[in-house]
C-alpha cells in the first residue's frame, strides 16, 4: 500500500539525513557564537546559557528536555585535591540530569566521574542504579588546549553571574582559586545557597515596562531554544539545520568508535 501512494503521488522513498555534529563542528558554532556580529540576543545570558547547553549536549547525549530541566538542586560543586601533588585544587562540577528516557521503560543511569590528570588521558566511570536520571562530573582540565569546548568555564560563569555559591566570600574566580583543602582532607564541599534549589540554571528572559531581565523561576523553553541553534547554524554554514538531537548523534556515533568504549565492556 505505501509503495503504491508513494508512487501514485511521486513521493521520496529515500530515508531524510539526519544532521550530525562533532567536536570540530560544536567548534564552528561556539566560534561564531562569541565572535560574530550577526549572533544577537535579547539578553546575553542566552548566549552563554546556549554555549553551555551545546558542550553539555555533546559530551552527555542527553535530551534537550534533561538540559533544560537543571536546577540548582541538582548541582554539586568540590574542590579535589591534585592527583599530581599539585597545591592548587582541582574544581569537579556535578550535574545531575532527570527526565532522560530509557529504551523499553526506565533506565538505570549511569554516574560519570571523570578524573583527568595533568596528562589529561586517566578516566574513570562508575556506574549506579538510580532510576530516571543521570549524573555527570565536569573535572577542570589542567593546561586545557581549547577553552573554547570547556563546559567548566561556562558553567563557573553561570554560577558566578548568579552569586549561587552559599559562602558570602565566594563571589568570584579569583575568590574560588584561592581557596585551599585543609590538610588530612581530600576534598572541600562548595554548597550552593538552599534558597535557590528549585531555580532553573537555564532560563527565559522576561520583558517588562521598565526593563528587560532573566527569570528567577521560568526555565528556558524548548520552543526558544531551537531557533536559536538553528540560527546559529545558518549563521556559521552549516549544511543541516542545527538542532539538540544533532548533538545527541554525534555523542553516540563517538561511544561507537570508541576503542576505549569496546575495551572496557569487552
Same mark, same amino acid.
Given at each position: 500500500?505505501?509503495?503504491?501512494?508513494?508512487?501514485?503521488?511521486?513521493?521520496?522513498?529515500?530515508?531524510?539525513?539526519?544532521?550530525?555534529?562533532?567536536?570540530?563542528?560544536?567548534?564552528?558554532?561556539?566560534?561564531?557564537?562569541?565572535?560574530?556580529?550577526?549572533?544577537?540576543?535579547?539578553?546575553?545570558?542566552?548566549?552563554?546559557?546556549?554555549?553551555?547547553?551545546?558542550?553539555?549536549?555533546?559530551?552527555?547525549?542527553?535530551?534537550?528536555?534533561?538540559?533544560?530541566?537543571?536546577?540548582?538542586?541538582?548541582?554539586?560543586?568540590?574542590?579535589?585535591?591534585?592527583?599530581?601533588?599539585?597545591?592548587?585544587?582541582?574544581?569537579?562540577?556535578?550535574?545531575?540530569?532527570?527526565?532522560?528516557?530509557?529504551?523499553?521503560?526506565?533506565?538505570?543511569?549511569?554516574?560519570?566521574?571523570?578524573?583527568?590528570?595533568?596528562?589529561?588521558?586517566?578516566?574513570?566511570?562508575?556506574?549506579?542504579?538510580?532510576?530516571? *536520571?543521570? !549524573?555527570?562530573?565536569?573535572? +577542570?582540565?589542567?593546561?586545557? $588546549?581549547?577553552?573554547?569546548?570547556?563546559?567548566? %568555564? @561556562?558553567?563557573?560563569?553561570?554560577?558566578?553571574?548568579?552569586?549561587?555559591?552559599?559562602?558570602?566570600?565566594?563571589?568570584?574566580?579569583?575568590?574560588?582559586?584561592?581557596?585551599?583543602?585543609?590538610?588530612?582532607?581530600?576534598?572541600?564541599?562548595?554548597?550552593?545557597?538552599?534558597?535557590?534549589?528549585?531555580?532553573?540554571?537555564?532560563?527565559?528572559?522576561?520583558?517588562?515596562?521598565?526593563?528587560?531581565?532573566? *527569570?528567577? !523561576?521560568?526555565?528556558?523553553? +524548548?520552543?526558544?531554544?531551537? $531557533?536559536?541553534?538553528?540560527?546559529?547554524?545558518? %549563521? @556559521?554554514?552549516?549544511?543541516?539545520?542545527?538542532?539538540?538531537?544533532?548533538?545527541?548523534?554525534?555523542?553516540?556515533?563517538?561511544?561507537?568508535?570508541?576503542?576505549?568504549?569496546?575495551?572496557?565492556?569487552?
Amino acid at each position: 500500500m505505501r509503495q503504491r501512494l508513494a508512487i501514485a503521488h511521486n513521493l521520496r522513498k529515500d530515508k531524510k539525513k539526519k544532521p550530525v555534529l562533532h567536536a570540530e563542528d560544536e567548534f564552528e558554532l561556539l566560534r561564531t557564537l562569541y565572535t560574530s556580529t550577526e549572533t544577537t540576543f535579547p539578553h546575553e545570558r542566552y548566549r552563554v546559557q546556549l554555549a553551555l547547553i551545546m558542550q553539555l549536549a555533546g559530551i552527555t547525549g542527553n535530551r534537550p528536555s534533561a538540559l533544560l530541566a537543571v536546577r540548582y538542586q541538582h548541582v554539586k560543586v568540590t574542590l579535589l585535591q591534585d592527583p599530581d601533588g599539585g597545591e592548587q585544587p582541582r574544581v569537579l562540577i556535578e550535574i545531575v540530569f532527570n527526565h532522560t528516557k530509557g529504551y523499553l521503560g526506565e533506565k538505570d543511569a549511569y554516574v560519570f566521574t571523570l578524573h583527568i590528570t595533568s596528562a589529561a588521558v586517566s578516566r574513570y566511570i562508575g556506574v549506579t542504579n538510580e532510576l530516571d *536520571s543521570n !549524573e555527570f562530573g565536569i573535572p +577542570d582540565v589542567p593546561n586545557e $588546549p581549547c577553552l573554547l569546548l570547556c563546559p567548566h %568555564i @561556562t558553567m563557573l560563569a553561570l554560577l558566578f553571574a548568579d552569586q549561587a555559591f552559599a559562602a558570602s566570600s565566594l563571589t568570584s574566580p579569583e575568590h574560588l582559586f584561592r581557596l585551599r583543602i585543609a590538610p588530612g582532607q581530600k576534598q572541600l564541599p562548595l554548597p550552593l545557597k538552599e534558597e535557590m534549589a528549585a531555580r532553573p540554571l537555564f532560563r527565559r528572559c522576561k520583558s517588562t515596562v521598565k526593563s528587560l531581565h532573566m *527569570s528567577e !523561576e521560568e526555565a528556558l523553553a +524548548d520552543t526558544t531554544l531551537r $531557533p536559536q541553534m538553528i540560527n546559529l547554524g545558518s %549563521i @556559521t554554514g552549516m549544511e543541516l539545520p542545527t538542532g539538540p538531537y544533532t548533538f545527541r548523534r554525534g555523542n553516540g556515533q563517538a561511544l561507537d568508535n570508541s576503542s576505549k568504549w569496546t575495551r572496557i565492556f569487552a
